[in-house]
């Protein structure tokens, strides 16, 4: 059967009349005069219309967060974020653990060690493979043996001229000694109370290597000095530098207080140390 195609024309154009009768009266509301074409036509526009309205909504809107690949898409950049952080963060306390021990090598007298830097796990290193030169070499020497003259004489210049005795220790704060420094009894520092909210003072200038607070010996600061030199602040009520902050000798680090379980009132444990020893403050500072 041929498809007869001005018979299906005429049959979509064909004009149908659609009255609406009220049902009390029975009187024509109004009448619409339509055909096949235009009810095509008019869905047809109305079901664009409404696709684009609803593709408007879920770009522009947070409804967009309701369709499951954007969803996934979120969850799986989440999932690897976290997965750097976590690498970032392990990689941090590796570098805590280490420097604290290096902080208690130091407290007993022990080697510091060196330790290199920690790889990034997050990344793949390729294997990296260098060829020196000729010209290299010789330059590489002449730098090495510059540089040993020069710490050669640096470091004669420091052991020759100074001593303990030549350095000037600020006192850390003015009060009365209450217990001095005391190896046979392990009380290896010299207590002074002072005012209360008095500052105590860096002995030395240096660098702050721990700030921190303990149980049984409260907020404790402690600087390394030049030449080997340690000194520690204990118990005091708070603290005004953090660890790698740079003091000069005579600036206020702390508050002197009654923190920490080994304390009997408000006063300032002070330890002194060299090279590992403990050593008696009141042999170098005037309290």
Request: net charge positive.
């Amino acid at each position: 059967m041929a498809f007869d195609k001005e018979k299906f024309i005429k049959k979509i154009k064909t004009k149908y009349q659609l009255t609406v009768y009220s049902k009390e009266t029975l009187e024509a509301t109004f009448t619409f005069n339509l055909s096949k074409l235009n009810i095509f036509t008019y869905v047809g526009v109305f079901s664009i219309v409404v696709s684009i309205m609803v593709g408007l909504l879920f770009i522009f809107t947070p409804f967009n967060h309701l369709l499951p690949v954007r969803r996934n898409s979120q969850l799986s950049r989440q999932l690897f974020q976290n997965a750097i952080k976590l690498d970032s963060l392990k990689k941090e306390i590796k570098i805590r653990d280490k420097y604290f021990n290096n902080i208690q090598n130091v407290m007993l007298g022990r080697q510091v060690n060196n330790y290199e830097s920690i790889r990034d796990t997050s990344f793949r290193h390729e294997k990296l493979e260098f060829s020196r030169s000729k010209h290299d070499s010789i330059l590489r020497k002449q730098i090495d043996r510059e540089e040993k003259q020069s710490l050669s004489v640096l470091n004669n210049t420091k052991q020759t001229n100074v001593t303990l005795k030549n350095l000037h220790f600020f006192l850390p704060v003015k009060g009365i000694v209450t217990n001095g420094f005391d190896v046979e009894n392990g009380h290896l520092a010299t207590d002074i109370v002072a005012q209360p909210n008095e500052p105590i003072l860096a002995t030395l200038e240096g660098t702050v290597t721990l700030a921190t607070w303990s149980l049984t010996e409260g907020y404790i600061l402690i600087i390394q000095h030049n030449y080997n030199i340690v000194s520690m602040y204990k118990h005091n009520s708070s603290l005004l530098k953090k660890p790698g902050d740079h003091v000069a000798a005579g600036e206020p680090v702390a508050i002197i207080g009654n923190t920490g379980e080994l304390t009997t009132g408000p006063h300032l444990h002070f330890e002194l140390w060299y090279n590992g020893t403990a050593l008696n403050p009141e042999d170098y500072i005037a309290f």
